[in-house]
């Protein structure tokens, strides 16, 4: 099975939240009603992957975002505890702290008690591995840097020489002794 | 390209090949010196530069284990990661942003303009100004250096625009696109900006400086630089005579080699190059190489550094264009009514979305933080550069326990902020908020250091042996043949970005070395 099973175009229209499924062969996947695409996990259950993206989500919410975005996080501490035994018992003792914090298991807890029980864990070797992933993967991925108003690689298109560097319009230009006139060449 | 004899011991061998080790090389073979220059990572050309923060870092930063301590915040976000230089030939001047300044007069002169100050450990450079001056001129006219030999200033992008309105609402007057190393014309076979917005992932048009592509190649179409890459120095070897005559190190298959020289010149930054210095302690220097001053390492400074974001209400796109794309100078004397000694240049600066997420505040999380993250391309952003103090307990030392692959020590980096430093970026930060606001700011965010990209002072200058590592030439006091040639030789470190000091040094030392060696002295 390929890694990513994706139809560009609905991805990036969708904004829903993803659903787990777990395959015939007993493979845990995220995906979507519509199966547009699909993440599958190689170490976390069930509840572990469905736990540590209510967490990614409670960690750099954005409500515009969709979970797929977030499962990218999942999948790649998926990988990293595919790599590592320690980082798998991190997560896994890490999830089970997660729900024991308040005897109801964290993704059943609103909003507000997930920031409450996060804040209780901040410092701690789990909750590090998991936030230092998140700010890592979440915003490192391209498919969410336009929504961002972020550009990305501008080399291949010529920098932004002719493609709006200074087209700032709200503020008056400062004087050319100050900021010479561009060349082009 | 030269291949010389590792019994060679007519060659010298300069260790790092960026700012201070790529240029000296190139002015040592351009006067008809053999130089072997060993630089620790590999050669990757303007072609392999990515337009991606991340992949960036992961290719050109410098990122063997290092430990740290002290109150800096640094410890608490970025145990491991003190500094953001490179391991790559270029050195750090293929990361760094290309802002080109000269130390103003007094900043050679701080023990005597500043006074005694507690818990700094401040001295007078053993030169002065007019002594450097000419070779400012230079450095200026070899990186091409904006508004210095008649060469146009960059044009200013929306981030500049932001900063300059603000601060001229403020009443700053010095304010313009910098002295910036970035061609704004087609200059010296390197062509002019593109705009592109990712000087600090390596120019992918070749318009900034940078020794990988100006310094090194013209060095080796001399056919005297051996420039052997993944070469990692292990340690400097010496006679019973106490000279040096040559270096210990690894290649990429970790075989280890040892290269005769007839002297020494390192250059590895201000953390490695002390480290290198104390791992080759002997029985007959034991407390390291150069260090009967016992400075080596000390004196570790970092610039005071932070930055300040804003956001407001209409677009900016900071990203797009020049990194450092413009400057206010008008705090950068010193003026010790403003309750501290020394000044601090404002300079804009932009981070992508990726990097901007782990620095903007970093440890963060939850809906306040990813709240400001939403307004991203709302934002504008400065960086503080300013001089702080040297402090002999902010030190670059070696790890107790911990060893790198090779065996040996990894370094510590130590560093508590002087009172001076504090009040020096608090000021600073409220300057930064005033220009914000100024410019229509809704909201400001003052943002802690970076990990550090100006690591200076740890072989500082002084023509006291007692007090410095260094005597003004960069050569050891205690070694004759054995020299510094990185921002580790800074007495003190101004409020200017080192680099062109830094190049300054490393044209002069290639003039000492050159003259010592033919008069037979070394």
Redesign the interface.
């Known amino acids: 099975m390929p890694k990513y099973i994706l139809d560009r175009r609905r991805f990036l229209r969708r904004t829903g939240e993803v659903v787990l499924v777990v395959t015939a062969a007993g493979r845990v996947i995220f995906t979507d009603p519509g199966r547009s695409f699909a993440i599958a996990m190689e170490v976390l259950d069930e509840h572990g992957a469905r736990t540590l993206l209510a967490m990614t989500r409670a960690l750099y919410p954005h409500p515009s975002i969709g979970d797929e975005y977030y499962a990218v996080v999942v999948e790649a501490l998926d990988a990293e505890a595919k790599a590592d035994a320690a980082v798998a018992n991190l997560l896994k003792d890490g999830v089970a702290r997660l729900d024991a914090a308040k005897g109801v298991p964290f993704v059943a807890l609103s909003p507000g008690t997930q920031e409450e029980v996060l804040a209780s864990l901040e410092g701690d070797p789990f909750f590090q591995k998991v936030r230092g992933a998140s700010v890592f993967h979440f915003y490192n991925n391209k498919l969410l840097w336009r929504h961002f108003g972020y550009e990305g690689s501008s080399f291949e298109y010529g920098g932004y020489l002719r493609r709006g560097f200074q087209d700032l319009g709200w503020l008056p230009d400062p004087p050319p002794e100050v900021s010479p006139e561009p060349y082009f060449g | 390209m030269a291949r010389f004899e590792l019994s060679d011991d007519s060659v010298v061998v300069v260790i790092g090949s960026g700012a201070g080790g790529g240029t000296l090389a190139n002015e040592l073979c351009q006067k008809g010196i053999k130089v072997v220059l060993l630089e620790a990572g590999k050669r990757h050309e303007i072609r392999d530069f ?3 923060e ?1 992949d960036s870092f992961f290719q050109l930063a410098w990122l063997d284990k290092r430990t740290t301590s002290g109150s800096w915040r640094i410890a608490r976000d970025f145990p491991n990661l003190p500094a953001w230089t490179c391991k790559t030939v270029g050195g750090t001047t293929v990361h760094w942003a290309g802002a080109s300044l000269r130390f103003q007069p007094h900043e050679f002169k701080a023990k005597s303009v500043y006074g005694d100050i507690p818990g700094a450990n401040l001295l007078d450079w053993p030169i002065d100004y007019d002594e450097l001056a000419p070779f400012y001129d230079r450095a200026e006219d070899k990186l091409g250096v904006t508004r210095t030999h008649d060469i ?7 981030n ?3 900063f ?2 603000g601060a001229i609402r403020v009443g700053y007057g010095k ?3 910098g002295r910036m190393a970035i061609n ?3 200059r010296h076979d390197r ?8 000087c600090f992932q390596g120019c ?2 070749g318009a900034k400086w940078s020794t990988l592509y100006t310094e090194i190649p013209a060095a080796e179409a001399t056919g005297r630089l051996d420039l052997r890459t993944e070469a990692t120095a292990l340690r400097i070897e010496h006679n019973a005579a106490g000279k040096v005559t040559g270096v210990l190190y690894a290649d990429a298959e970790g075989r280890q080699h040892f290269q005769k020289a007839r002297l020494v010149c390192v250059a590895c930054n201000a953390i490695e190059t002390p480290r290198l210095l104390l791992n080759s302690a002997s029985s007959q220097f034991p407390d390291g190489l150069a260090n009967s001053s016992g400075q080596v390492g000390r004196n570790y400074m970092r610039h005071t550094t932070g930055s300040v974001y804003a956001a407001f209400d ?4 900071m ?3 020049t990194t450092m794309a ?1 400057i206010v100078m008008d705090e950068a004397g010193h003026r010790p009514e403003r309750g501290f000694a020394g000044g601090y240049e404002l300079e804009t600066l932009s981070l ?3 990097f901007l ?2 620095f903007l505040d970093p ?1 963060a ?3 306040a ?2 709240r400001k ?2 307004f ?3 934002m504008a952003g400065m960086w503080i550069v300013g001089e702080d103090m040297p402090q002999e307990t902010n030190a670059v030392t070696l790890h107790p326990t911990e060893k790198d692959p090779f065996g040996l020590p990894i370094p510590n980096v130590h560093f508590d902020d002087h009172p001076n430093d504090i009040a020096m970026r608090e000021h600073a930060y409220r300057a930064g908020r005033r220009i914000y606001e100024a ?1 229509g700011a809704r909201e400001v965010y003052e943002v802690p250091p970076y990990p550090s990209t100006h690591n200076l002072g740890t072989c500082r200058m002084s023509d006291k042996p007692r007090d410095g590592v260094v005597n003004r030439f960069g050569q050891t006091h205690d070694i004759a043949n054995l020299f510094i040639s990185d921002g580790s030789q800074f007495t003190t470190g101004a409020a200017e970005n080192p680099t062109l000091t830094i190049v300054a040094l490393a044209i002069r030392q290639a003039e000492t070395i050159a003259g010592m060696m033919s008069r037979g002295e070394i």
């Open positions: 990515v337009n991606n991340w146009p200033g960059l044009p200013g992008n929306n500049f625009k932001v300059y309105n304010v313009h696109t704004s014309r087609p062509p002019s900006c593109q705009q592109i917005g990712f992918k048009a209409q677009p900016v796109h990203y797009r264009g413009g992508g979305l990726p997420a782990a440890g999380w939850g809906r933080f990813t993250l939403e991203y391309d709302h410019a």
